[in-house]
């Protein structure tokens, strides 16, 4: 099969494509050849990640010509229509067999095309709520895979097929890691209650602030220890102050910049974790059975309450908005961690929404997207 990707710019679209491609890459092995060929834009993360991969990447423009002023909204309308050609060269080349998108403007340019040429086209929603691009695709789509079911009221419900959150192969593998292994590793103490917080590659400021102002009371006062992933932006400034921490405090508060191979590790050695609440939130905590304090982004429109929202709804975790962050985290810390019987609650309320078989499930739905497109 020869599938042609278009990802979102955020690891909340990339990962789900990367754990899909390798689960392909596997049933691959016994029913037959995989090309793969990715198409994205420079901008954040993707093109690394991709490339880490060891996946070949090219880059085409994009942009919102929706929702933006009108000088943005022209000079985008240009770049997909300088995405359109480019896109058009790239299926003319590769021949594709199937389509994947995962959202993001790039996504449309491609669609288009596909749609035009009569290649079949796989929508795959990360998010709960979809946004404008991923509504506009998804009417062009042969089949539109989503995370969960809340998602089918926003879709084309005769094409939706409920597959799960794709997550990466070496964080299912992470999750059978036993929790005093994986605080080891970290040179953290094996049967002490153990909190992560993060906020992606380059990191979320709020989150960090919060717990470095409350970090003195949550060391001094509770048995527990933490993993903090500050991200790239804040890190000299993180770095500098961890140093300046008091030794007693230093041994139970381990901090990176940021986690590529180790970030399954980290989610293994925490009981409680506190992050923004992304795509991934939906998929990577349940696999470890995570119970979360959520803090969405704030300019992310409503995506990530949204996420948020059902996730607590379904009791396995908790959200506080951004600008309550300072006030209510230490003492939503203190509440949780307290509670033993609502910890565990929360935990197997986690584990129970875990889909570790669906990155599986929509490389199946790909490959037989593929096959009944080559029938006469």
Request: charged share 20%; proline share 6%; hydrophobic share 50%.
């Amino acid at each position: 099969m020869r599938l042609l990707i278009a990802a979102g710019g955020t690891g909340g679209g990339v990962y789900p494509a990367l754990a899909t491609v390798s689960a392909l890459q596997e049933m691959s092995q016994s029913e037959g050849h995989l090309t793969v060929q990715w198409v994205g834009t420079q901008q954040g993360m993707e093109a690394d990640l991709v490339q880490r991969a060891e996946l070949p990447f090219v880059a085409i423009p994009g942009g919102a010509v929706v929702g933006v002023g009108p000088v943005r909204a022209v000079r985008n309308l240009f770049r997909l229509l300088g995405g359109l050609r480019q896109g058009l060269k790239i299926v003319r080349a590769f021949r594709p067999d199937v389509l994947l998108v995962t959202g993001g403007y790039t996504a449309v340019a491609l669609a288009i095309v596909a749609s035009v040429r009569g290649i079949p086209l796989a929508v795959y929603l990360p998010d709960i709520e979809p946004g404008r691009a991923v509504r506009f695709v998804a009417r062009l789509a042969t089949k539109v895979l989503v995370t969960a079911e809340d998602s089918r009221r926003y879709l084309p419900a005769s094409r939706v097929v409920v597959t799960g959150y794709p997550v990466r192969p070496e964080l299912v593998q992470a999750a059978h890691v036993p929790v005093a292994e994986a605080r080891v590793h970290f040179g953290l103490a094996a049967h002490m209650r153990t909190v992560l917080v993060f906020g992606g590659s380059r990191g979320a400021r709020s989150l960090n602030n919060a717990l470095l102002a409350g970090l003195p009371e949550l060391l001094a006062d509770l048995e527990l220890q933490i993993i903090h992933v500050s991200g790239t932006l804040d890190w000299p400034d993180v770095e500098r102050w961890a140093k300046e921490l008091p030794g007693g405090i230093q041994e139970r508060y381990r901090v990176y910049p940021y986690l590529h191979e180790e970030m399954g590790l980290a989610m293994a050695a925490a009981d409680v974790a506190v992050s923004r609440a992304g795509a991934a939130s939906l998929g990577e905590l349940p696999i470890f059975g995570l119970v979360a304090i959520l803090v969405p982004y704030p300019h992310a429109w409503r995506y990530q309450k949204v996420n948020a929202d059902a996730l607590q709804t379904q009791g396995a975790a908790l959200r506080i908005n951004d600008e309550d962050l300072q006030a209510e985290l230490v003492p939503a810390l203190r509440a949780l961690l307290a509670d033993e019987e609502r910890l565990v609650a929360m935990q197997e309320s986690s584990r129970a929404l875990a889909t570790p078989q669906a990155a599986v499930c929509i490389a199946e739905e790909l490959l037989q997207m593929a096959e009944e497109a080559s029938r006469p």
